[in-house]
């Protein structure tokens, strides 16, 4: 069984400032990390997912995340945010079953 | 390429009553995931439907139902509903059952299920 954790539930940050989404996962198997967004009244769209390769896997809209094997982890970062990045923002995983696994969630909120 | 589409956006039904969902998925994809999201939490994975046939569930109980059509469009069907049932539910869907292939999954932008 997987499981994901989201340390923020919320994350406030000034428009054009460096931002880090941390998530931390559990598994007993290999796995596939993804992140994706929630903007109000949407579905989800991936920004990003990690399936093998290099460890530095980069997005949409400038985000970017690090695979950690030895720190399970799968933080998300962007280097300048905008006003428009203001979304929830879930990390997810899935090992060999059909299911995806999601955290509870971090609000992003860009102010001026 | 169309995405995925789900009806009705919103809808409130009364405590033991039934509903259904409705999911078109994306053209060419065959297999369909729903996700049910309460207010404040992650998506959790309700079961999966490819080629017509269940293809895993999450722990959600029996009065959760679904369906997959020859066009691959599908059906959630909630039977004997309950305030808890009420939230967002998501439908995802991807070109096979597996989200470890490049295509991964397109999600819809939901359903939003209010139980009075």
């Known amino acids: 069984a997987q499981s994901v954790t989201q340390l923020d539930s919320q994350v406030p940050v000034f428009e054009e400032a460096p931002v880090e989404l941390r998530c931390n996962y559990s598994?007993?198997?290999?796995?596939?990390l993804f992140w994706y967004v929630q903007y109000p009244n949407q579905g989800l769209q991936l920004l990003l997912k990690y399936l093998s390769g290099s460890t530095l896997v980069k997005g949409i809209n400038g985000f970017e995340a690090e695979f950690n094997k030895s720190q399970t982890s799968f933080h998300l970062r962007k280097p300048s945010v905008h006003i428009s990045d203001t979304a929830e923002y879930f990390c997810a995983v899935t090992g060999t079953a059909s299911k995806l696994t999601f955290g509870t969630g971090t609000r992003l909120q860009v102010t001026l | 390429e169309t995405g995925v589409t789900q009806s009705p956006t919103h809808l409130i039904k009364t405590r033991g009553q039934q509903v259904t969902l409705r999911c078109s998925s994306q053209?060419?994809?065959?297999?369909v995931s729903w996700y049910q999201q309460a207010l404040g939490q992650g998506p959790q994975f309700i079961f999966q439907y490819y080629r017509e046939e269940e293809n895993g569930r999450g722990n959600f109980p029996p009065r959760f139902s679904g369906l997959q059509f020859p066009n691959y469009s599908s059906e959630l069907n909630v039977n004997a509903l309950e305030l808890d049932d009420s939230a967002l539910y998501l439908c995802?869907?991807?070109?096979?059952?597996?989200?470890?292939?490049?295509?991964?999954?397109?999600f819809g932008s939901g359903t939003r299920l209010t139980v009075v």
């Open positions: 995802a869907s991807s070109l096979g059952p597996n989200p470890d292939i490049n295509y991964g999954y397109t």
């Open positions: 053209s060419g994809h065959n297999t």
């Open positions: 598994s007993s198997v290999s796995v596939y």
